[in-house]
């Protein structure tokens, strides 16, 4: 630098450890600069499960027809109670989700038994002659299934609202006992001492159905839902519908299983025909009472 001028050197030098200074101090806050978040993907959906036991406190109002003979029920849960010599039920409600798809089932099986109290005897179907006699009771063995699928077609905040379609299948096996002294036309009957039984045999049908549930996050851990179906259309019974509310409240968790207790209301109807005169069987009966239940979900 001797061949250059005085000022010219400072000029240089100065430069020179502006850059050195420069660069250590990038790789100084290169080092202490946190590093990039790492952007995960986000999880799947994934299935999960609820099983619900529950008790239906059933009761049951409309006609019941057996071999062409009619008979009007007009029975409370406790008045089924008393008249069941066992109260039989198995009832249960099955529900696995993936994000807004849902399979659902249900299964309902109950014998019960309903006495001359409320059974009353009413017209006889065509073809059948003879009186009716007196109705001493009515016992029905029973079996619902239903299976379906749900799809979440709207949700805003807490509440969401889902499309179902499935079927119901329907088992019915029904004795309707009678005053045999009364019954003129007792060929096609069973008679035992001073009764008469008309026995249905195995009765079998399945309805299609389509409906709606909303759903209401009230609080944390806490849900309201509501449901409604119709099904039958003339191709299993004439015409059926349901409907459901009911409250659901966590109770607590237990490895990983979150249980709830369920309480509401259930009522079903169904108007089923097959057959005419003698062979005429008809079941125009709404169900409905109470629901109590405790839930697993997992």
């Known amino acids: 630098m001797r061949h250059l001028p005085q000022w010219l050197s400072c000029g240089l030098m100065v430069s020179a450890g ?21 952007i995960e993907a986000p999880a799947l959906p994934s299935w999960t ?40 039920a198995l009832m249960g409600d099955f529900e696995a989700r993936n994000g807004p798809v849902g399979i659902l089932s249900n299964v309902v099986w109950s014998k019960i038994g309903v006495d001359r109290s409320n059974v009353r005897s009413r017209t006889l179907a065509p073809g ?33 609202l889902d499309l179902l379609g499935g079927a119901r299948y329907w088992h019915q096996s029904a004795d309707l006992s009678l005053d045999a ?4 036309s007792a060929a096609d009957l069973e008679v035992a001492g001073a009764r ?15 409906g709606a549930r909303l759903r209401y996050t009230v609080a944390r851990g806490h849900e ?14 004439d015409f059926s519908w349901q409907a459901i509310g009911a409250y659901g409240f966590e109770l607590g968790t237990y490895q990983g299983v979150t249980f709830s207790g369920v309480i509401g209301y259930r009522a079903l109807y169904v108007d089923y025909v097959q057959g005419e ?19 697993a979900r997992f």
């Open 18 to 38: 502006l850059l050195v200074g420069g660069a250590n101090d990038a790789h100084a806050a290169d080092l202490s600069a946190p590093p990039a978040p790492v």
């Open 49 to 88: 499960y609820r099983i619900t036991p529950y008790g239906w406190l059933t009761a049951l109002n409309g006609t019941q027809t057996i071999r062409g003979r009619s008979v009007k029920v007009d029975a409370s849960f406790a008045d089924i109670v008393k008249a069941s010599d066992t109260l039989v």
């Open 128 to 160: 059948v002659t003879g009186a009716l006699g007196t109705s001493l009771g009515l016992d029905i063995e029973m079996a619902i299934v239903e299976v379906g699928a749900a799809y979440e077609v709207y949700r805003s905040g807490p509440l969401a």
């Open 181 to 184: 002294t009364a019954s003129v």
């Open 196 to 210: 008469a039984f008309a026995r249905s045999g195995s009765v079998d049908w399945v309805d299609p159905m389509v």
């Open 224 to 237: 309201l839902w509501l449901r409604g179906d119709i099904g039958g259309f003339g191709l299993g019974s």
């Open 277 to 295: 005169g003698r062979q005429r069987y008809d079941f125009d009966m709404l169900q409905h009472g109470p629901v109590l239940g405790i839930s």
